[in-house]
């Protein structure tokens, strides 16, 4: 079967964001053992997939035998940008029709797997709580490090609210200027009345001026005022 190719992002910016919610995580790794993560958007439209996509690629990066789930079965393959040359995954799975082996794909970012979301299906809160999906959930941690789930919006379905009560933590993802007050309210109160362990929200689609401002000196060791610095250590 020919390797899926993941997006490896190459802005040092981007990185740079990355490494902060990746540090974040290693360190809750080492502190409790988490491995198993559900990342979902406060509403539709939030990013939560492209920070899904960069967190498995981040730690796969680091070493760590990494999982990435597609656990959007409600929206159809062609919508998708890492689905239009699958077929199966996780709802055939979960519907019998193939072992959870066949569905894990190999790409071509070392340590990265990927489970895509499969058929389509209407109503998938069942199949989520189904002791299929349990015995995957425990049949993934025992063969990887970190498994991420991309899971629908909290306030669109009722996925995430389900999968959040399985897993060791759950991150939501806003987008700067369009998720709501409201939004965001509403959403960690549904994932706090679960009893869902949720560890914070990471802030998406922030402009260059808005990144500045939270993290002014991100490129520090990239500056003039580094430069200079050992420049005049050496002398």
Sequence with gaps: MKKLD???????????????????IHILKKRHGYKSFVITGCETGDGSTTVAINL???FASAGYRTVLI????????????????????????????????AIITETTTENLSY???????????RLLCSSKMND???????????IIYD?????????AKVMSVSVDATILVSAINDTSKKGLYA??????????????TIVNKMDMEQYVAYRE???????????????NKAK
């Design 6 to 24: 993941i997006y490896r992002n190459d802005n040092y910016v981007l990185n740079d964001a990355f490494d902060q919610a990746v540090m974040n």
């Design 56 to 58: 498995a690629a981040a």
């Design 70 to 101: 597609d656990g959007d079965m409600r929206k159809k393959n062609r919508y998708k940008r890492l689905n239009e040359n699958t077929s199966e995954g996780l709802s055939d799975y979960l519907m019998d029709r193939v072992p959870l082996d």
């Design 115 to 125: 489970i895509p979301c499969g058929e389509l299906i209407d109503n998938p809160v």
């Design 136 to 146: 995957a959930r425990l049949e993934l941690e025992g063969t990887f490090d970190f």
């Design 151 to 159: 899971m629908p919006a909290v306030n669109a379905a009722m996925d």
């Design 187 to 200: 959403a960690a109160n549904i994932l706090t009345e679960a009893n869902a362990n949720l560890i914070g």
């Design 217 to 231: 000196d991100y490129d520090y060791f990239r500056n003039e005022r580094y430069v200079r610095k050992n420049k």
